[in-house]
């Protein structure tokens, strides 16, 4: 069962950088024997959660095209820790931003949250103009 715990979060303004790390356990998620899928979704205030991107084992990388050139997603595999570097921030960046994670053994086919079973308590992001 993973278990996943996002930090980083915070305020920044329209064009600064801010990184998102979120520790994931177990271990098997940071390495290729498992068959997996992490990735970063987000929840803009009154708004529905929408994706942002994904990395799998085979090293596969998904992105939004709203975050595209921006952000990237990496993986930490000597602290089991899961990264989003976004650069350039915008208002519209603002948002909650969760963790979440497939289970072991399985690759997200899309980049959609239906795919993916555990998911982290999330952390804000607040982006003022």
């Known amino acids: 069962q993973g278990k996943l715990v996002e930090s980083g979060g915070g305020s920044a303004q329209a064009g600064e950088s801010l990184k998102l790390s979120c520790a994931i356990s177990p271990s098997a998620y940071f390495s290729r024997t498992f068959p997996n899928s992490v990735g970063w979704f987000r929840q803009p205030p009154g708004k529905e959660r929408e994706s942002v991107a994904s990395?799998?084992?085979?090293?596969?990388?998904i992105y939004a095209d709203s975050v595209k050139g921006r952000f990237t997603i990496s993986k930490d595999n000597a602290n089991n820790t899961l990264i989003l570097q976004m650069n350039t921030l915008k208002p519209e960046d603002t948002a909650i931003y969760y963790c979440?994670?497939?289970?072991?053994?399985?690759?997200?086919?899309?980049?959609?949250?239906?795919?993916?079973?555990?998911w982290g308590q999330g952390t804000q992001v607040t982006v003022s103009s």
């Open positions: 990395i799998s084992s085979d090293g596969t990388t």
């Open positions: 979440a994670a497939t289970r072991l053994g399985s690759i997200a086919p899309a980049l959609v949250p239906r795919f993916f079973t555990y």
